[in-house]
């Protein structure tokens, strides 16, 4: 039984971990509908920053957990800014070409600056330690991604459905239109939302690398995992990105405390059974096709 | 019609005469951009004339990749038996993979073919007994047609573009047929094709069934060409390689994905031998073609023979583009 | 139809470009079945191609092989037999099917007269029939897969680094004198894991430990909790386990982070605290003991030599892969020298490369002649903290370690 709970807070921890992940990428195809395949390489450019800043200049990983994000912003805004606007009117496949093109420039350009050894940032001293929960050790800093995941997903939540913004938002998701009509600068509205999914992108850099390391080619990996809690969530839905990210944590956990070698098997066919049986995912709107 | 013949006519004597004119290297490079061309056209009869896009292509080719490889292996390495087990197979996992498919449509319909692709991919991963795992398949034999190894890359290649011409006119007559302007329809304007009393899943259904069937083909052809078989041609890297040869040519046309994977082929075999940031050279080109050449290598080309023709002034396609791309 | 008069326009074009290079196809189609079509570089100038990951995962790996390997062509001024050596680096991504087009790209583009590199096991399986078949003398300088001295043997394929077998078997009999009877195993699920951790279990019950538990976690797997979960409730003395690169690290990381180091001894191969990844581990690594084939720390002439030269030239500290790449150009050079510069014969290639024996940085080097697999030692080495950093410190020595090539 104990056991049980462990490998469950385990769950759950490995779960708030993909939020993290996974937030900015849902927030920006939910609301932008641009598929965007560089959001893991602005994970990892959020990562090599703060390794850079760790390590080198500041020895400080609260000062990186503020100014990694901002580096990262400042890289989502040239993108949207001078290559991504060119292609709203050109479609979602124009877009998947470029923002993959763009992953392959980042992958490039990071090796070239920090090289391709394997890398780590350390935690810092305050959340280092372990805790001890029915009788097994856990990382402390784990329990705090826990609290960070459910900070972000609340703040999140709180932009979207009690704020003027939230309300532009929405209604930019159903009409977009309409809110040219209300006198709202569109552009501003989708220069913003994909800055702040570079925000957040860099910011699960920071506070993912601690556990899953720097190393060549993760940002595929990280974009992978993001994909597929995306879309076993749903589209446009905080609460579904959320849910399915507790649900893929738990899941995948118990998968390899149960059946070690299929736990890749058990992943996709989790996100293949949820989009045959609700395509939109599980707590997912019904977006429109463009 | 005639022009038709006459161009099927030149490029014959083209790949007849090639392997005088330029190395066993050149032919190695031919042979692969034949197959991957093969591979890319495959995946166009579903993104570029019916419009679904599936980042899954790769469970076909891998599929058709390990079914010759294992019949070769413990069956026997006749080509004819290989390329047919490699085609029943592939047909049947299209079949099972688009029933499943069929349910969604955009977006859902890209990750459904990824997760299904990915599970194909754990399972050839995990089946060490029969595709050697991470290791890789190796040790195949080579194929024999008539009775005749075919051990010389030259008759490879011969085999392969004869192949190749066989397929390509297929697809072509393929895609002129009624069958092929309701795929069109489909891509256009499904609810209209659906008002209008077609049972466009049908289509759709038999389109991935054909597609993935064409996968497999070309898979198999590339176990002949290296003997060997690895588990990333199963992966999604794999997928999304072939989606961008498609994209890159020209989705929606026939030329387009075969000028695509020469492209690709001979970019990065070209660039990785001066420097190993290919990559970066590559993640830009892909950049460039989204922002300037929006409708793929096709479009330049168009682009070029209309000017050609006209002399003078940006012709009717560059217009186009620009349009789209301010 | 204008279109398809571009269309042809096209091949004709990309025709050209190929035709390029000189020698058609044809006339090599038609002399393949001669051996020596191979050695027809130039009469001062020896080509050696390597095939090497520049890119993706394992590219640190084979940045330090390269660097190894220009390390020692310089120190002989890149001559050897009193002919200039030119290296020819080709890129693999650790991509098998890459890696097929690279090499036959060196095979009949450059003319290579030998090959070598090869990171990835996979590489060196796809390579293998292409390199039998055109009777190029090929020295694999890290791939450790068994069978490529075993069942994929071949008359022109001969290996400097490791085997798996090597790599497990060395720690059985020492694991289960020095930490106990009872072990727990837990090794990357991918053949090369799962190849090292076996021939571990083979030694370790030939000693008459018993394996309580195993399991194999996917490669770059990034959350080991599960896994560590289950592996602290057993009852096991210790943890035998096989990661490399970024999974070592976490896998490293997390052993201590989740309690387990103060219950077990962790035990593993040399790439679970390897030269490059202990900076990144920190001090979780203190306390693991790894079996190896060389360290930086190892006290020999040769290996002070080795070191100073490489530190000198890269200001940085050589990896396990810097001494594969140095061990292999001296192999290399040495193969040369015997033939007095003559490399057209690839028979008489091989059968000088077999003979090269030296004292390498690793210990005494030579070729076992059934197999074409190295016989070397094999180190125990234990991780030590030493002035604020983690330092391996060789504790035993196992002679002469022969695979048994089946």
């Not at chain 1, 579904?240 to 736990?263: C, D, I, K, M, N």
């Not at chain 2, 019916?50 to 599929?63: D, K, P, Q």
């Not at chain 2, 008539?146 to 890359?153: K, R, T």
């Not at chain 2, 069934?209 to 890297?237: E, H, K, M």
Request: proline share 2%.
């Amino acid at each position: 039984m104990e056991i049980i709970i462990a490998q469950l807070i385990n769950g759950v921890s490995y779960g708030m971990l993909l939020f993290v992940i996974t937030c900015g990428l849902a927030l920006v195809f939910g609301i932008l509908g641009v598929l965007n395949l560089a959001h893991g390489s602005l994970y990892m450019i959020g990562s090599y920053v703060a390794y850079s800043l760790t390590t080198t200049f500041t020895q400080s990983f609260w000062t990186a957990l503020i100014v990694a994000p901002l580096a990262v912003a400042v890289i989502a805004l040239v993108i949207e800014r001078t290559l991504l606007r060119v292609t709203y009117q050109l479609g979602h496949l124009s877009q998947v070409l470029l923002t993959f093109g763009l992953a392959y420039v980042f992958h490039d350009l990071t090796k070239w600056i920090w090289g391709s050894n394997v890398l780590s940032i350390r935690v810092p001293d305050l959340l280092s330690g372990s805790v001890t929960i029915v009788g097994q050790t856990f990382p402390l800093y784990r329990l705090v991604v826990i609290g960070v995941g459910i900070i972000i997903a609340a703040g999140l939540w709180w932009i979207q459905n009690k704020t003027r913004w939230g309300a532009i938002i929405r209604a930019g998701l159903s009409d977009r239109e309409m809110i040219g009509a209300l006198g709202v600068n569109i552009n501003l509205v989708f220069t913003t939302i994909f800055v702040l999914g570079g925000i957040l992108a860099g910011f699960g850099g920071v506070v993912a690398s601690p556990i899953l390391g720097l190393y060549p080619d993760m940002e595929f990996q990280t974009l992978i995992l993001a994909l597929i809690v995306l879309v076993i969530g749903g589209l446009g839905s905080i609460a579904g990105t959320f849910t399915a990210s507790v649900l893929v944590g738990v899941l995948e956990t118990f998968g390899r405390y149960l059946f070690p070698e299929l736990s890749m098997f058990l992943i996709f066919g989790l996100m293949a059974m949820i989009l045959v049986w609700r395509p939109s995912g599980l707590l997912g709107k019904q977006v429109v096709e463009g | 019609m005639k022009n038709v013949y006459l161009q099927f006519a030149i490029v014959l004597l083209l790949f007849a005469a090639a392997p005088f004119f330029i190395s066993s290297f050149h032919i190695t490079l031919l042979t692969e951009i034949l197959i991957l061309a093969i591979f890319a056209l495959s995946l166009n009869v579903i993104v570029g004339y019916t419009g679904m896009v599936s980042l899954g292509h790769a469970a076909f080719f891998g599929t058709g990749a390990y079914a010759a490889g294992i019949i070769a292996q413990h069956v026997s390495a006749n080509m004819l038996f290989t390329l047919f087990g490699a085609v029943i197979i592939s047909v049947l996992l299209a079949g099972l993979i688009g029933l499943f498919c069929m349910k969604v449509s955009g977006f859902y319909f890209l990750m459904l073919t990824l997760a299904f692709s990915q599970m194909v991919y754990s399972f050839v991963y995990q089946s060490t007994e029969w595709t050697g795992g991470s290791n890789g398949l190796s040790g195949i034999p080579r194929p024999v047609l008539f009775g005749w190894e075919i051990s010389n890359m030259v008759w490879l290649f011969y085999v392969i573009a004869a192949l190749f011409m066989l397929l390509y006119a297929g697809l072509r007559i393929l895609v002129g047929s009624p069958f092929g302007k309701i795929l069109v329809g489909i891509r256009e304007n499904e609810t209209r094709l659906k008002s209008m009393g077609y049972n466009t899943n049908i289509y759709k259904y038999l389109a991935f069934v054909i597609s993935g069937a064409l996968g497999g083909v070309s898979g198999s052809l590339y176990t002949y060409f290296n003997g060997f078989i690895a588990p990333s041609d199963v992966y999604w890297t794999m997928s999304g390689t072939v989606l961008i040869m498609v994209l890159i040519g020209g989705s929606g046309t026939m030329i387009g994905p075969v000028l695509g994977a020469a492209m690709i082929v001979l970019l990065e075999t070209t660039i990785a031998s001066y420097t190993d940031m290919w990559m970066l050279i590559l993640g830009s080109v892909f950049i460039l073609f989204v922002i300037f050449f929006p409708s793929g290598l096709y479009g330049i080309w168009q682009d070029l023979s209309v000017r050609f023709q006209k002399r003078g002034g940006p012709s009717e396609v560059t217009k186009l583009n620009k349009k789209r791309a301010s | 139809m204008k279109k398809s008069v571009v269309m042809s326009l096209c091949v004709v074009a990309l025709l050209l470009m190929l035709s390029a290079c000189g020698n058609s196809a044809m006339n090599q189609a038609g002399g393949s079945d001669e051996g020596e079509g191979n050695g027809s570089s130039s009469d001062d100038t020896i080509k050696i191609g390597t095939i090497l990951p520049f890119s993706g995962v394992y590219a640190s790996l084979g940045k330090d092989l390269s660097a190894g390997m220009k390390l020692y062509f310089e120190s002989v001024d890149w001559k050897a037999g009193g002919k200039k050596i030119e290296l020819i680096e080709e890129d693999t991504a650790a991509d098998p099917q890459e890696a097929l087009r690279r090499t036959r790209k060196l095979m009949d583009q450059d003319q290579v007269d030998m090959l070598t590199g090869a990171v990835s096991t996979a590489v060196a399986y796809a390579i293998r029939d292409e390199v039998n078949s055109n009777q190029l003398p090929y020295l694999a300088s890290h791939a450790g897969g068994n069978d490529l001295t075993r069942g994929e043997r071949s008359d022109y394929i001969w290996r400097s680094s490791f085997s798996s077998w090597q790599l497990g078997n060395s720690m059985g009999q020492w694991a289960y004198e020095n930490v106990g009877d009872q072990i727990y195993v837990a090794a990357a699920d991918y053949a090369f894991g799962k190849e090292v951790s076996a021939a571990f279990m083979e030694a370790y019950r030939a000693a008459g430990g018993e394996v309580v538990g195993e399991v194999y976690p996917p490669l770059g797997n990034n959350d080991y909790a599960s896994y560590l979960t289950t592996i602290a409730d057993s009852e096991a003395d210790g943890v035998y386990a096989f990661f490399a690169g970024s999974d070592a690290v976490r896998f490293v990381q997390q052993f201590e982070e989740y309690g387990l180091k103060e219950k077990f001894d962790l035990l593993g191969s040399g790439w679970l605290v390897s030269e490059d990844l202990r900076e990144s581990i920190g001090s979780a690594a203190e306390g693991i003991y790894a079996a190896s084939f060389w360290d930086y720390n190892l006290e020999n002439e040769q290996n002070q030599k080795f070191v100073e030269a490489y530190e000198a030239a890269y200001d940085r500290r050589p990896t396990v892969e810097s001494l594969e790449g140095y061990d292999a150009a001296r192999i290399i050079v040495e193969t040369i020298e015997a033939l007095d510069g003559d490399v057209s014969d690839p028979d008489k290639v091989i059968e000088a490369m077999s003979a090269v024996e030296f004292d390498s940085p690793r210990g005494p080097f030579a070729f076992d002649q059934e197999t074409h697999h190295v016989i070397q030692n094999m180190y125990i080495l234990e991780t030590v903290t030493e002035n604020g950093r983690t330092e391996n410190k060789v504790i035993e020595k196992i002679e002469g370690v022969q695979d048994p090539g089946e």
